[in-house]
């Protein structure tokens, strides 16, 4: 699963890199937890590529009842294409989801370790979500779920999955809208290569959701 990230790089450089002409105002995140509203890049036909804030935890345009998002922040990259609440959005509402790194914990000695992890050398990169738009009662909500798929070597030993990194080429692909055959787009989920990431210890501190700053990602190894 995913779920705690950071996005703490600079407004500017995000636009830069997804190729935005604007940005909505951002602040540097060190504890992003689900059911937060988080920044999500999409591709609008008419409007090109633009940058909005999603509440994470997916809820399905039919459901009834909105806090089935609360058991939706992550959506398994093997099954998305076919599961009732994943399958509308895969095909048709794919994102990005800006990142400076994410954690996993592992268990050592019968305690949760965390880590930080991320490309090396990369202080932003694009993990891929899918959205839905869901009409309740207090009027609409746009909801994003984080895809994962199978660890690589690296994660391997820190947990059994991991989030799906878009590598920078492949951002067109994954966001163009008119790209829906299922079949075609299984081919994003596969995972990011270990050779081409890092990770290390961090306090535990980042356990908390409530918990925020700099000091979060500071290695404890």
């Not at 705690?4 to 935005?20: K, M, N, Q, S, W």
């Not at 995140?29 to 997916?58: F, H, K, M, T």
Request: hydrophobic share 40%; proline share 8%; net charge positive.
């Amino acid at each position: 699963m995913c779920g705690r990230y950071a996005l703490h790089t600079h407004p500017d450089v995000i636009a830069i890199e997804f190729g935005l002409k604007h940005m909505p105002e951002l602040k540097p995140r060190y504890n992003i937890a689900p059911s937060s509203d988080v920044l999500v890049i999409r591709e609008d036909r008419e409007r090109g590529r633009l940058a909005d804030l999603y509440r994470w935890g997916l809820i399905p345009g039919w459901a009834k009842d909105p806090a089935i998002g609360n058991k939706l922040a992550n959506a398994r990259g093997e099954t998305v294409a076919e599961k009732p609440s994943f399958r509308a959005a895969f095909r048709r509402w794919r994102c990005l989801v800006p990142a400076s790194g994410f954690y996993e914990w592992k268990s050592v000695g019968g305690k949760k370790q965390p880590y930080y992890i991320r490309p090396k050398g990369a202080e932003l990169f694009g993990l891929a979500g899918i959205s839905e738009l869901w009409n309740g009662a207090d009027g609409p909500l746009h909801t994003v779920s984080l895809i994962t798929t199978e660890p690589n070597e690296l994660m391997r030993g820190i947990h059994d999955r991991m989030p799906l990194i878009v590598p920078r080429e492949d951002y067109a692909a994954w966001l163009d809208p008119g790209n829906q055959d299922a079949a075609k787009l299984m081919r994003f989920i596969r995972s990011f290569p270990a050779e081409r990431m890092e990770s290390y210890p961090v306090s535990k501190a980042v356990s908390y959701a409530r918990n925020e700053g700099a000091e979060l990602i500071k290695s404890e190894a």
